[in-house]
């Protein structure tokens, strides 16, 4: 099979570890500095990734200035929100539903501001997708404990998702060439440019070197910030970012099931009946033979 067919599932299947990863990462450290160690890492890692494959790098100062902003706002802002979020108390759940209003944002936006237009199935199936994320997660907000999580946190939990919903369009817009690894690399700068001085300002940088946080640190890098990431940007390059961004909305039932596995928690029939609605409307967005409405 080819890359343009399995990249998507794989996208979401890596994507989706990053809740699990959330946390995990609660344990071991603080979220905005494991975030901070992980950029650094990441960021070496490509750095070296591009001088082995000899990749190339932007020669025009506008071109790295693009990669940075992009960089801040689709990591920096986006993971510092969720994370910080999730850390002072907003359950994994609702977390998920917000990030899953940026299918959604991405289509109102996109026509505003890269004249991307999607036709009636396709925006059938964004509506479809963001359905199937409620019936899936939205009944677990309301258990036990809901009315103890902080509003604030929740404010900022919706920042990230406003955040990555530009980034992917800032993305789109002025990074549609150049060399995705290079683009990636300089990325992870400009996502230490946001997290580092919030760490530093809100944290104690507390981590608990040892195994748990190696492993974590690992999969968060190579299977995430660089699997993940370069997938996305591939995806990004090969289709309309609305498409792309409909793939989200996998990320909520699928994060649900792992947490099945990892955590015990309870996997409920509302949860299976969202997740093949998710399934139906991500189908219909991404369907290559629907032409975008004029």
């Known amino acids: 099979m080819s890359l343009d067919r399995l990249a998507p599932s794989i996208f979401v299947l890596l994507w989706s570890t990053g809740w699990v990863v959330a946390k ?12 901070s160690i992980r950029y650094v890492t990441a960021a070496v890692l490509f750095a070296v990734l591009c001088r082995v494959s000899g990749a190339v790098w932007p020669r025009d100062m506008r071109t790295v200035l693009h990669a940075v902003v992009s960089g801040a706002f689709l990591h920096g802002i986006y993971l510092g929100a969720v994370w910080w979020a999730i850390g002072q108390g907003v359950p994994a759940a609702l977390s998920s539903i917000i990030a899953a209003l940026q299918p959604l944002m991405t289509a109102l936006a996109a026509p505003f501001f890269i004249g991307e237009r999607l036709g009636k199935t396709q925006k059938l199936g964004l509506c479809l997708g963001f359905l199937g994320v409620l019936i899936a997660v939205l009944p677990k907000f309301f258990g036990h404990g809901a009315a103890e999580i902080p509003a ?11 955040a990555v919903t530009y980034g992917t369009i800032y993305q789109k817009q002025y990074l ?3 060399d995705i690894r290079t683009i990636a690399t300089l990325q992870y700068v400009g996502a230490l440019v946001v997290t580092v ?12 070197f040892g195994f748990a946080f190696v492993a974590l640190l690992a999969w968060s890098v190579l299977g995430i910030s660089v699997g993940a990431i370069l997938l996305l940007l591939y995806l990004l390059r090969r289709g309309q970012v609305s498409r792309a961004a409909s793939l989200i909305y996998l990320v909520p039932p699928i994060a649900a099931l792992q947490a099945a596995v990892v955590f015990g928690e ?3 029939v ?5 997740t093949a609605i998710v399934v139906v409307g991500v189908y219909l967005t991404n369907r290559k033979d629907v032409a975008p409405a004029e």
């Not at 604030?152 to 406003?162: K, T, Y």
């Not at 809100?202 to 608990?208: G, I, R, T």
Request: proline share 7%; aromatic share 8%; no cysteine.
């Open 24 to 35: 995990f990462g609660a344990i071991v450290s603080e979220p905005l500095t494991f975030l």
């Open 152 to 162: 604030f946190a929740i404010v900022v939990n919706m920042l990230g998702m406003a």
């Open 176 to 178: 549609h060439t150049g």
């Open 197 to 208: 001085p919030f760490a530093l300002a809100l944290e104690n940088l507390h981590v608990d």
């Open 266 to 268: 309870e996997l409920t």
């Open 270 to 274: 509302p949860m299976i009946l969202g």
